[in-house]
């Protein structure tokens, strides 16, 4: 909508008159009376109802309102006395006292009555708690005008402060101030302009933190009571009030400014609780709290028989020894047990953590169990909380592209997954064979399998990027067609036949080689050097089979 400031030209209704008596001969002219006009109530605020009526209208015949004389608002039509009516919604426009005008479009006839308009806001939510956020909607205000809001005549505008727009409307929020139980006038004010609202201020309740298991403690806070009142705290219907008496402030809250209530988690059932408040008045508010169930977890998994697993645990009684069984089988470490080792026990936060070798080689699916011990000895009391372990055999990575490795398990399939998941690394190289060690333990597969790039060589120094890392080497020896590699993890022979020369930056001052008991000439070198080079296809490719291989923890 725009701002019209137009008036009615009666010159121009003069013209239609004339039209109409002109152009329309049958016009029932019986109607001699002139149109009236009324409107009930002859002042309300903007969206509310109203009902505009008159009198001595043509029979049937059409009638239009209109705001100041010009803009078009209803039109209804006359009953075979003349008399009409009709309910409007009043239009959003800047407060102020209005004509309406009722227009007979047959006879031409019309008449005004003034009609005042006045400003309305309304408020989302209409009730809450300190530091809610509340949404402010109003109407029929000055246009183009800055805007306070008052919350029981303390200003709460926001910043930067808020203007309406040139219909006089507007939209901001504010946040509730600290205030006791209530209800409050919210204001608008707008230059001369201004209305209220009530809104109501309800207790509310914070807990810190929100979960947690029993022995653990919570700290709650209140906002919305009644001032200087004793508060009450329970959880779970268990009366946890702490014996310093908690009391509010003169502003309804307590430990905002003050003692906050301070209590340990009895013991309860695992789950979500209520935390209630109350003060002597009758107030009260409540909040959860929740108890969570004690879970165990284990990485990796599959796993190989003999390789090293982690076991994870949360919502543990606090500070509290934890026995770990692998199907029958206790699992610690017997320095851990004999020293009562930290390890064995949840931290002050209920989390746990072990890691030990998986203590069989057989395939299949095991149980691990976590027990709260008993009170005399280390004997499993009451169980916490189990997880399956899925031990294979023979793992077979068929393919490694794009650092995605192709791995085929015993019993369960063929899987994808990425050689940083499972923290794949070169160990050792021996012949054809290479071992790489991976979550699921040492594996063994052929040198064809790892892609091995010679990036660079300087003088007889080798280095060699795969897709499991860098490898640096040393020629060792030419023999024939083949030239022995040394580098940290074990030794690589590259055929010459199959080298090409597209390494960049190769020196040709290679040092003599006296393990081969070859002396290598500058020119011989030179062709080793190029060779080396395309060793990238050559030597190259992956692995043959695999084996898994768990030799020591990881």
Not at 87 to 108: F, I, Q, R
Not at 172 to 191: D, E, H, S
Not at 480 to 485: E, P
């Amino acid at each position: 909508m725009k701002s019209i400031e137009l008036r009615f030209n009666k010159k121009k209704l003069l013209l239609l008159a004339v039209l109409t008596s002109t152009l329309i001969f049958t016009v029932d002219r019986a109607r001699a009376s002139p149109l009236t006009i009324e409107v009930t109530p002859t002042r309300a605020t903007v969206g509310s109802i109203v009902t505009i009526s008159g009198r001595h209208a043509a029979f049937n015949s059409e009638v239009r309102i209109y705001l100041d004389d010009t803009i078009f608002l209803a039109t209804t039509t006359s009953d075979e006395k003349g008399g009409y009516s009709v309910n409007l919604t009043v239009p959003a426009v800047p407060s102020a006292t209005y004509s309406l005008s009722a227009l007979d479009v047959e006879t031409g006839h019309a008449n005004t009555t003034d009609f005042t308009i006045d400003p309305v806001i309304y408020l989302t939510p209409e009730s809450g708690s300190f530091n809610d956020t509340v949404t402010v909607e109003g109407y029929g205000f000055r246009g183009d005008w800055p805007i306070d809001i008052l919350f029981n005549d303390t200003f709460v505008t926001p910043w930067p402060r808020p203007w309406t727009n040139f219909l006089g409307s507007l939209k901001a929020k504010f946040q509730v101030p600290l205030m006791p139980n209530g209800t409050y006038p919210v204001t608008v004010r707008v230059g001369s302009n201004e209305t209220s609202k009530p809104f109501s201020i309800v207790p509310k309740i914070t807990a810190y933190p929100t979960s947690g298991s029993p022995g653990e403690f919570a700290i709650v806070f209140g906002s919305g009571f009644s001032p200087s009142a004793n508060i009450s705290i329970s959880f779970r219907s268990i009366n946890v009030t702490p014996n310093i008496s908690i009391t509010t402030a003169s502003d309804g809250s307590f430990g905002m400014n003050g003692m906050p209530a301070i209590f340990f988690i009895p013991d309860v059932p695992d789950g979500t609780h209520l935390i209630n408040a109350s003060d002597e008045t009758g107030n009260s508010a409540t909040a959860p709290f929740t108890v969570p169930s004690a879970t165990l977890a284990v990485a990796p998994n599959p796993a190989v028989g003999g390789s090293i697993i982690t076991v994870t645990g949360s919502g543990f009684p606090q500070n509290i020894p934890v026995l770990l069984y692998f199907d029958n089988m206790l699992v610690f470490d017997l320095i851990d047990l004999l020293t009562f080792s930290e390890a064995l026990q949840a931290d002050e936060y209920g989390s746990y953590e072990y890691s030990f070798v998986v203590p069989v080689t057989e395939p299949g699916v095991y149980t691990i169990t976590a027990y709260l011990p008993a009170e005399s000895a280390y004997t499993p009391s009451e169980e916490l909380a189990s997880t399956s372990l899925t031990v294979i055999d023979n793992p077979l990575i068929t393919e490694i592209k794009d650092k995605i490795a192709t791995i085929i398990i015993p019993d369960l399939g063929e899987i994808k997954t990425s050689l940083d998941t499972i923290n794949a690394e070169l160990v050792s190289i021996d012949g054809e064979i290479v071992t790489v060690n991976t979550t699921l333990g040492l594996i063994e597969t052929d040198l064809e399998t790892i892609q091995f790039n010679i990036t660079e060589i300087h003088g007889n120094t080798v280095t060699i990027e795969t897709e499991l890392g860098t490898l640096e080497g040393e020629i060792t020896s030419i023999e024939g067609d083949l030239a022995t590699i040394q580098t940290d993890l074990g030794t690589v022979k590259a055929t010459m036949s199959n080298m090409q020369d597209d390494v960049t930056g190769v020196q040709t001052d290679v040092a003599d080689v006296r393990e081969s008991q070859v002396s290598l000439s500058t020119s011989t070198l030179a062709t080793l050097v190029f060779a080396l080079i395309g060793a990238v296809a050559a030597i190259v490719l992956l692995v043959m089979h695999i084996r898994v291989m768990m030799k020591s923890r990881r």
